[in-house]
């Protein structure tokens, strides 16, 4: 299973960018497919996840500003709107197969997912 990320730039505070993974393959009826970011100092964190019925987690910080959707049965995107300074990191897609996102742990971890993109740097200006 491959990865190709593509978005991510640089903004200023208040704009908005696009990320988008497409996988090559899926091999279970369903997937999960989101974001991490790790940014300068700072642990790998998760921002959103959608899986294969539609289903999609958060965090808490990124709530209403980024919107996760699986645009294609291969591609999910992350719409990330009204950044901020503090949304500045290296941005990981990241797929896991036979995942539901009922089932990821609560404080989603990089173990929980095999397969990852080359990732992608997302700077905001304020």
């Known amino acids: 299973v491959r990865l190709v990320e593509s978005g991510g730039g640089s903004v200023q505070a208040g704009g908005s ?12 009826a369903s997937y999960c497919s989101g974001w991490f970011r790790q940014g300068p100092d700072k642990g ?9 019925d539609g289903s999609k987690r958060y965090a808490d910080d990124v709530k209403g500003r980024f919107t996760i959707s699986r645009d294609t049965d291969k591609m999910t995107s992350l719409q990330m709107d009204d950044l901020k300074s503090g949304d500045s990191s ?24 095999n397969h990852w993109g080359q990732g992608t740097q997302v700077d905001v200006s304020s």
Request: charged letters at 20%; proline letters at 2%; glycine letters at 4%.
């Open 17 to 28: 960018l696009r990320l988008s993974c497409t996988v090559s393959e899926y091999t279970y």
């Open 44 to 52: 790998l964190e998760g921002v959103a996840f959608i899986d294969s």
């Open 90 to 113: 290296m941005y990981y897609c990241a797929v896991e197969m036979g995942c539901w996102v009922e089932h990821l742990h609560e404080d989603v971890s990089k173990p929980e997912f």
